[in-house]
């Protein structure tokens, strides 16, 4: 909730007006008073996690396995939808190089369970800007724990104790145990 906040502060400092949490349409932006009818409109629907099994690379082809029960998304360490039973060693996909992987690979280590990143990525992070800044914090942690990073390869298939991971255009293919994925 912060970034809301930060940006609908930041909208009123620049003169704009913010209406969190409404129904916007072109016949209600239409049906204001002229005095009060905006220059603009952004409307900002926000984002959940994936659950369809589905990757950046290679795509359209659901991940076999996405479906078991010991598999999750990110969010649901922090409480949207199910929350997983942790058990270890777990293994985080992280697909778009952001803080979702990280901050799941920080909770589970807090656990106290081994935890393997995986990304397509080659570093932690990959996408956040400045990373000495928003990784190195996070950095310090990870690598403090049980904890290893696997960069540039993508999820082949989950089983019920194992990811089994590749190099996209190649044969490598390695086995990485995890009784929790996320």
Not at 77 to 106: E, K, M, Q, Y
Not at 107 to 120: E, F, I, K, P
Not at 169 to 178: E, G, I, K, N, S
């Amino acid at each position: 909730g912060l970034i809301v906040r930060w940006q609908a502060a930041e909208l009123e400092t620049l003169g704009g007006v913010g209406r969190l949490e409404s129904p916007v349409d072109a016949d209600l932006v239409a049906a204001l008073p002229a005095h009060e009818r905006p220059d603009a409109v952004v409307v900002a629907t926000g984002a959940s996690p994936r659950s369809d099994g589905l990757q950046v690379a290679p795509p359209a082809t659901p991940i076999p396995g996405h479906d078991l029960p010991h598999v999750h998304h990110a969010w649901s360490l922090f409480g949207v939808d199910r929350r997983p039973t942790i058990a270890g060693p777990a293994l985080v996909f992280d697909d778009t190089g952001n803080f979702d992987a990280i901050s799941a690979a920080d909770v589970l280590l807090q656990a106290g369970v081994a935890v393997t990143m995986v990304s397509r990525f080659d570093k932690r992070g990959e996408s956040l800007p400045h990373p000495p800044v928003t990784v190195g914090a996070a950095r310090e942690r990870l690598l403090g724990g049980q904890f290893d990073f696997i960069g540039g390869h993508y999820l082949r298939r989950i089983t019920a104790d194992a990811v089994e991971i590749g190099v996209l255009f190649t044969d490598r293919v390695r086995l990485v145990p995890a009784r929790t994925v996320l």
